[in-house]
């Protein structure tokens, strides 16, 4: 296998016999062949296009698919035939609505193998081929693995905007139209540099989309104080991004007497106001970020239902007690297809409760971009009259490396006359810290999760706005941490937005190459982080 998608790849270069992940050679194998499958869904669905043949099924079949083989989604085999077989179909219906046969590329007649492990076999193959016809321009195969990590960000974002109903035919055009350049071997490194940064603007698209179906859909988020002690009572935890399954969650668990608590990722969901105030019984937040849940998960009394993204391998102390959705998947664990979650509220009566309610700790969540500009008069004047001197955005992906001890230490040393935005679950490094106030104005705020990026770029252009500057001439400083393939796309619509002097860490991608990175520092003066203290002075000079 080789796998480099995300940051705490081995040796910093590729997982070449077992994912850090937990994902297996085998699972490996055959998310490449259903990429592999996918690419030949996007030229025919690409050339359909052109005939005004459009697939709502193959559209968002697409986005959940890709989104599968992100980081700690899937590590179910028998999800991943059942998606490559799927593909195919969905790639030949489509074939047999065009007027003109398709010559040319082979993906497009691609027939797989029936059992296990002829797909594995075809997986392998199929990883090897590609690698192989890439190997004689590094740079260019650098680029491919940027768009193919990219793709499954959006893809992400756009799996969760279509659960509530949002779409944009752009966008799908987009992806199978990247997904079909995979095979194009005419297309040089401008190409392909241009191609990311077309990404990054479609995953602007996409973060637009996914606000407007959760601001729609629960109102835009307020601050709102999230209590991080349990309550005494029966328990529900639920993990990941998902808002739809959260408010299902709550809907069935009403009057049961049943205390929900997020996990991760959905402590933002506690400031939209149409779950926070209809749902009392959407009690607070337990534990932090995603890489500590076999420890929280275990001392967890409850049910745990993961929505989204941020499995981690379950330990059998708890490995019962986890339910997954949508395209999250483990072997042996119990996979919800739809929406009823009887069984969980079945479990949760039947387990321990948490037996008292322990000594109130609270944070504050729901700093999105209505909130902030609601206030955006106050941050103005402390700006022009001095009493806010620079302002931090310190967010994005953590993980497991020592190394990400930074970022806490950076927000921690941060001076009292600054401020700190966060977002994503980089934020449980230091979430709980007390900074206190400027003229009311909360040093610390939480934005929301990892596609409220789009907040904090909306907060940000404004802020330009009023000052009637570009937005690299703000006193603003972006300290990013990465962890797998989102904060990719996110990466690229900040660099598509021609936002400079980033700083990103607590490595740099194992697939980005050294010429690709110089590229990216000439023109965007992208840079690795480097000490809490010469980062600091670095941005306050």
Not at 227 to 254: R, W, Y
Not at 384 to 397: M, Q, S
Request: aromatic content about 10%; charged content about 20%; overall charge negative.
């Amino acid at each position: 296998m080789f796998c480099s998608q995300c940051e705490q790849t081995a040796s910093e270069q590729g997982c070449l016999k077992w994912g850090a992940c937990g994902k297996s050679p085998d699972v490996d194998a055959l998310q490449d062949l259903l990429l592999h499958c996918l690419r030949g869904l996007g030229e025919v669905a690409t050339i359909a296009r052109q005939y005004g043949i459009l697939s709502f099924e193959a559209n968002t079949f697409t986005c959940e698919a890709l989104f599968s083989t992100l980081t700690n989604v899937n590590f179910d085999a028998e999800d991943f035939i059942h998606y490559i077989h799927k593909t195919v179909q969905l790639r030949d219906n489509l074939r047999a609505l065009l007027p003109q046969p398709i010559t040319g590329s082979p993906l497009c007649w691609l027939s797989v193998g029936e059992t296990k492990e002829e797909l594995i076999q075809q997986g392998k193959n199929s990883e090897f081929d590609f690698i192989s016809q890439s190997a004689s321009n590094v740079d260019i195969f650098s680029l491919k693995l940027t768009v193919i990590y990219g793709l499954k960000g959006i893809a992400a974002y756009g799996y969760h905007a279509q659960e509530l109903g949002h779409h944009d035919e752009r966008v799908y055009a987009f992806c199978h139209e990247a997904l079909a350049a995979l095979s194009n071997a005419d297309l040089t490194l401008d190409d392909w540099v241009n191609i990311a940064l077309k990404l990054g603007e479609v995953n602007l698209r996409v973060m637009e989309l996914l606000d407007a179906a959760n601001t729609e859909t629960y109102g835009h988020p307020v601050p709102t104080t999230v209590a991080l002690n349990p309550h005494a009572g029966k328990a529900i935890l639920v993990s990941g991004h998902d808002l739809k399954d959260l408010e299902e969650l709550l809907k069935q668990t009403e009057n049961t007497g049943i205390y929900v608590y997020t996990h991760g990722e959905l402590l933002p969901a506690h400031g939209y106001p149409k779950l926070k105030q209809k749902y009392p019984h959407l009690y607070g937040h337990y534990g932090t970020a995603w890489q500590n849940q076999t420890r929280e998960f275990a001392d967890f009394p409850g049910p745990i239902v993961m929505t989204t993204n941020c499995l981690m391998p379950p330990h059998q102390t708890y490995k019962n007690r986890v339910f997954t959705c949508g395209p999250v998947g483990w072997p042996d664990v119990t996979h919800l297809s739809s929406r009823d979650f009887t069984a969980v509220i079945k479990m949760a009566l039947e387990l321990p409760r948490f037996t008292e309610t322990q000594e109130p700790r609270q944070v504050m969540t729901g700093f999105a971009r209505n909130a902030v500009l609601n206030v955006a008069d106050e941050v103005i004047n402390a700006v022009k009259t001095g009493k806010i001197r620079h302002f931090f955005l310190v967010g994005g992906c953590d993980g497991a490396k020592p190394g990400r001890s930074y970022y806490s230490e950076f927000v921690e040393k941060v001076p009292q006359d600054c401020v700190v935005l966060t977002l994503a679950c980089g934020k449980f490094r230091f979430f709980d810290q007390e900074l206190g106030e400027i003229n009311g104005i909360p040093r610390l705020m939480d934005v929301g999760q990892c596609n409220d990026a789009y907040s904090a770029i909306q907060i940000a252009l404004a802020l330009a706005n009023a000052f009637n500057v570009d937005v690299n001439e703000l006193p603003l400083s972006m300290i990013l941490s990465w962890y797998e393939q989102k904060a990719v796309s996110i990466l690229l619509t900040l660099l598509y937005l021609g936002i400079k002097d980033i700083r990103l860490g607590p490595t740099l991608p194992a697939f980005i190459s050294p010429n690709v990175f110089q590229l990216l520092q000439r023109q965007y003066n992208l840079q690795p982080i480097t000490t809490p203290d010469a980062d600091l002075a670095a941005c306050l000079a």
